[in-house]
DNA sequence: GCCTTGTGTACAT
DNA sequence: TACACAAGGC
């Protein structure tokens, strides 16, 4: 539940960002709240007993996106209820009792869709499925973790200890709980919103003077939680009230005084100040774990004028064995009996061959395991950058030449689609429709990690110290000189140009000159995965059965579709091929992977390099599944100017045809001050990098987080900016409400969008749309006919100039 | 008019 | 679990 109303409270400190820029970074999460939402999915299954691992596929695709950012994820989950939280449990138990009642009463009159309504409503998140997602992390190297209580507090332990520098979760309870950096409403493309505590003193109306973060603490509690609700009539804004004006250090005198704070008659009973601060003290010093010592601690160390045993309410110590068998995620923390024998000694994972080198990306529970050093993520970095504000800059790409090998694989896929109609057919057909995902996954696996901006440190230790002295092929020219002409000659042909993706040599292909794929078992959708859970005590019995306790339930439900959930069981990898080592992506991020010193990024690309493609019950692949290409547009030819009227960057093709919103992605690069645009409408030999410099402020909902100088306009006029784009450019960082407001018709047409881009392209077999969801929306307008494709003709080299602001 | 409170709805596929 | 919205209290 939370804290009511928060997260909208704190909208001023909303920061938009993306997980990935905190790669090589620990994130530690909220296991339920992925739970929870992926057994929305498959609520009818689980509250009819049957067998289903769709919440386990939902949660992988987070991490695994995670992983392929050289991210290193840790999953929280909850433990034992706390007495504190014994009311919210109990009325939330009654209201998943009473939406079964009434689901058997719905289907008994017939009535499906309340009856699923109803179902949705009593989702339940068993330890059965924790263990579940448990054993599927562990094989990819994931951390997992049970707390002795709640997971909220545990998660605010792992980051006050440095185990884990970001939280991800869905509950505004985090920040009371102490978290410095805590990222909501994260979705499959890691973009959510951030925020610190630091900033917090900004949004209350406490005088920074006065603010400590205990007020913001009680200001919570005072408005309602979950350990206490709030007096009848006062919410988050009176609370910020009575803390404004409140001078009174202890808060039982404060609370004794709250009607006259507040110019009411309200009555505050002993009752509720008692519980006041047993819910403050709940906050403060709940048990947790700490994987590190291997024993339970308070959250926070108990202070001389608290008694811990006076504490019962914020949990009871366990002893050490049964505590770290908990941790473990041993033991049913419902009925208490040990139902997994996990061991971190012994245990070594399925699907990562590899150990990391870094100490703080091994496992929580190796006994080499080291917290991350706490070093400003970007603060050192910023006062050494080189001042770019007014400047334009010239950022050249290396682009490559096509391949002979890759013009025929063009062809071949063009051929793969004969028309419209086929197209359209692949959209509407539901498990082809799945494979498309799988693609984009599969893209999204293969190539964002590449486009990530990695300057070699070693060169370049402070690398925008002297951006022009360490780089010489970047070029700065000042804002007055208009001439948008590039003298070509000018330019040294970089041999390496760091703004440039990664070489295409180095890059993984899909391959269709390599052998049939063979059938392997899926990564986490082995039958073997669930293995444990079907051998332990509270196994729900066999496939198809439904528990004793669900029976009356499931005799009253007659599925329609039956086996939808094999798609998912059946998963073919494509096997490498040995004799192809150049073409063998699998190789070549291995090869990549051990030229750089952080072994870590092995087990990630272990991660990303696969491609799957889905098959149906049978086994049989897919024809419509293969990876595809990308598309045969370049953006080579295209420049970036700033056009007065619109205040805003536009782009001009050379032979004068202007296109507007060409900007598909907005990725944070690894350093401070520096924003990478990912121009992503070509194939990945004339992507171009464009580096983003600004101090404005946000506008059009794009926004860099603080450490960063803010944005640039981009793409949008200033007339449309309020996060809205006249064109459907996606733009990542929205707010979910402005999404709403600016592109829910976008979002609504997403589908149509899409079709038109297949028909737009179907016309030219050559060409064909990058099923990216970057691009899914964008280009709305012609702009991208077939007829300005063309390819790089100056040298490999792609000029662009963006005026920095 | 501000604020709280209750209700309805989405969540994933 | 959170958000949007409407109703109602102060």
């Not at 339930?553 to 959930?565: C, D, E, G, M």
Request: net charge positive; hydrophobic share 30%.
């Amino acid at each position: 539940m939370g804290i009511q109303g928060l997260l909208p409270f704190l909208k001023k400190i909303h920061e938009p960002v993306n997980v990935a820029q905190f790669a090589g970074c620990t994130v530690a999460i909220d296991a339920y709240c992925w739970l929870h939402k992926g057994a929305f999915s498959c609520a009818e299954k689980l509250a009819l007993g049957e067998k289903t691992d769709q919440y386990v596929y939902y949660c992988m695709k987070y991490i695994n996106y995670m992983l392929s950012k050289n991210i290193k994820p840790v999953m929280v989950f909850d433990g034992c209820h706390l007495p504190s939280k014994k009311n919210v449990e109990k009325s939330r138990r009654e209201k998943r009792e009473l939406n079964k009642k009434k689901a058997a009463q719905f289907l008994r009159e017939g009535k499906r869709a309340e009856a699923r309504e109803c179902l949705q409503r009593c989702i339940d998140i068993t330890p059965e499925m924790a263990l579940e997602l448990m054993n599927t992390c562990r094989d990819r190297g994931v951390d997992c973790i049970v707390a002795p209580y709640e997971a909220d507090a545990q998660l605010a332990y792992l980051n006050k200890i440095g185990v884990a520098q970001v939280i991800i979760t869905e509950d505004s309870d985090l920040l009371l709980f102490g978290c410095e950096k805590v990222l909501f409403k994260m979705d499959h493309a890691g973009n959510g919103i951030l925020i610190e505590r630091k900033r917090l003193n900004e949004v209350t109306d406490i005088q920074s003077g006065h603010y400590l973060f205990d007020k913001f603490r009680y200001m919570c509690i005072l408005s309602g939680c979950d350990y206490l609700p709030s007096l009848s009539g006062i919410g988050l804004a009176r609370a910020n009230k009575v803390f404004k004006i409140a001078r009174q250090a202890d808060i039982k005198q404060l609370l004794k005084k709250l009607p006259t704070y507040l110019k009411s008659s309200i009555s505050v009973p002993q009752e509720y100040i008692d519980g006041f601060v047993a819910a403050n003290n709940t906050f403060l010093y709940q048990f947790v774990y700490d994987p590190l010592q291997r024993r339970l601690v308070p959250l926070n160390p108990y202070p001389q004028d608290v008694n811990p045993d006076e504490l019962s309410y914020a949990g009871s110590p366990f002893p050490a064995k049964k505590a770290l068998q908990i941790a473990l995620g041993n033991v049913n923390i419902y009925s208490g009996e040990i139902f997994a024998s996990f061991d971190p000694e012994t245990f070594v994972p399925k699907y990562v061959k590899k150990k990391p080198q870094m100490l703080h990306m091994l496992s929580i529970w190796d006994k080499n395991y080291r917290v991350k050093p706490r070093v400003p993520l970007h603060e050192t970095q910023v006062a050494d950058r080189p001042n770019l504000k007014g400047k334009e800059i010239t950022v050249k790409a290396n682009l490559k030449k096509r391949s002979p090998h890759k013009r025929v694989r063009e062809v071949e896929d063009a051929q793969e689609v004969k028309s419209n109609t086929e197209l359209y057919d692949m959209y509407h057909s539901p498990v082809k429709k799945r494979a498309r995902v799988a693609n984009i996954d599969r893209n999204d696996d293969e190539e964002k990690p590449e486009e990530e901006f990695k300057p070699d440190p070693k060169n370049s230790p402070r690398f925008f110290n002297s951006l022009s002295e360490a780089h010489p092929e970047v070029k700065v020219e000042s804002e007055n000189e208009t001439d948008n002409d590039v003298d070509q000659e000018n330019i040294v042909s970089p041999r390496r140009n760091i703004f440039a993706s990664k070489s295409p040599s180095k890059r993984p292909r899909f391959n269709l000159n390599a052998p049939k794929p063979k059938q392997l078992k899926s990564r986490f959708f082995a039958n073997n995965s669930i293995s444990k859970t079907e051998d332990s005590a509270f196994s729900k019995g066999e496939s198809g059965k439904s528990s004793p306790k669900n029976e009356g339930l499931s005799s009253l439900y007659k599925p329609v579709h039956s086996n939808t959930a094999n798609v998912y069981s059946s998963v073919t990898h494509h096997a490498s091929n040995d004799s192809e080592v150049a073409q063998d992506p699998k190789k070549d991020l291995e090869k990549q992977a051990s030229d750089e010193s952080d072994l870590s990024s092995v087990s990630i690309t272990e991660v990303s390099k696969h491609h799957f493609k889905f098959s149906d019950a049978k086994g049989n692949n897919s024809p419509k599944s293969s990876p595809k290409g990308g598309s045969a547009f370049k953006w080579s030819k295209f420049k970036f100017n700033r056009t007065s009227s619109t205040d805003s960057l536009s782009v001009s093709h050379k032979n004068s045809k202007e296109v507007k919103n060409p900007f598909k992605k907005v990725v944070y690069s690894n350093q401070p001050n520096r924003k990478q645009l990912m121009i992503k409408g070509g194939n990945s030999e004339s992507q171009t990098v464009v580096l983003i410099d600004s101090d404005e402020d946000s506008t059009c909902g794009l926004q860099i987080p603080a450490p960063f100088p803010r944005t640039e306009k981009i793409g949008v006029s200033s007339a449309t900016n309020k996060g809205k784009t006249k064109s459907g450019c996606r733009v990542s960082g929205l707010s979910k409400r402005s999404k709403k407001s600016s592109s829910s018709q976008d979002t609504s047409n997403k589908q149509h969008n899409l079709k038109d881009m297949f028909a737009k392209f179907a016309h030219n077999k050559s060409e064909k749309p990058r099923l990216n969801h970057d691009t899914i929306d964008c280009d709305k307008d012609d702009a991208f006919t077939p007829e300005t494709k063309s390819y790089p003709t100056s040298k490999n080299t792609s000029v662009q100039r963006v005026l920095m602001k």
